[in-house]
């Protein structure tokens, strides 16, 4: 977990609420990547950025948005669009091209 | 396009005993291959990679996983596991084509040691 950070580690949400999501890394990192993860299941991606000012959907963007104004920032913003926010979300960063590192993960349940 | 699969949602073993949890996976160019390892309520921790080289991939924790072209396996092995070895091992790739660094996961593979 070390160099990235997210925050917080819960977080309860009502319905039709926005929430954003914190994701801080200090290792100097190019790309960045926002996961999600429900019980029993792998991570599917849900937005990227490998640069400042640029970011491209991934597999499940509906309902999100990001962005990237900083090097070693990237919050997600989990939008009430979102119909099943309710899950894990891990933040990862990585230089141009070798294996990612994550954060902690931050727990969303919506109430 | 890339993919990955485990094929073992659930792996049991006893403490002491060698531990192998399988992979395999599915590139057009070369594959970048990472074992990473998620005990609960926390992130994923890195375990090994194979980019390129040896075929028999060492990391942390006495982990190490065989590279196998001819059958696109990947599969994480470690000789004696240990109890505090349980926990959820994902196995991702990423095509050596693909200009960004998108990995693919897969479903993960829980691993149960028991005493």
């Known amino acids: 977990d070390g160099g990235i950070t997210q925050s917080p580690k819960y977080l309860f949400r009502k319905e039709g609420q926005n929430v954003t999501l914190s994701c801080e890394q200090n290792?100097?990192?190019?790309?960045m990547y926002w996961y999600r993860q429900d019980p029993g299941q792998g991570l599917r991606l849900i937005y990227y950025?490998?640069?400042?000012?640029?970011?491209q959907k991934g597999d499940i963007a509906e309902g999100y948005s990001v962005s990237r104004e900083k090097k070693e920032s990237f919050p997600l913003t989990v939008t009430s669009a979102q119909k099943n926010p309710t899950a894990f979300y891990l933040c990862?960063?990585?230089?141009?091209?070798?294996?990612?590192?994550f954060g902690p993960g931050t727990r969303l349940t919506v109430l | 396009a890339q993919s990955v699969a485990q094929p073992e949602d659930q792996v049991n073993v006893a403490e002491g005993n060698p531990l192998t949890v399988k992979c395999t996976y599915s590139?057009?160019?070369?594959?970048?291959l990472f074992w990473y390892v998620q005990y609960p309520n926390r992130g994923l921790q890195f375990l090994l990679k194979?980019?390129?080289?040896?075929?028999l991939v060492k990391g942390s924790y006495g982990f190490e996983a065989e590279f196998n072209k001819s059958q696109t396996s990947f599969h994480l092995k470690k000789p004696s596991a240990l109890v505090s070895d349980s926990a959820l091992y994902f196995c991702?790739?990423?095509?050596?084509?693909?200009?960004?660094?998108?990995?693919?996961f897969g479903g993960g593979t829980r691993l149960m040691v028991k005493p």
């Open positions: 590139v057009s160019g070369n594959p970048y």
């Open positions: 990862a960063s990585s230089p141009s091209w070798n294996e990612q590192f």
């Open positions: 991702a790739v990423r095509d050596s084509r693909n200009a960004g660094n998108m990995l693919t």
């Open positions: 290792l100097n990192h190019d790309a």
């Open positions: 950025s490998q640069i400042v000012n640029d970011f």
């Open positions: 194979y980019i390129t080289g040896d075929n």
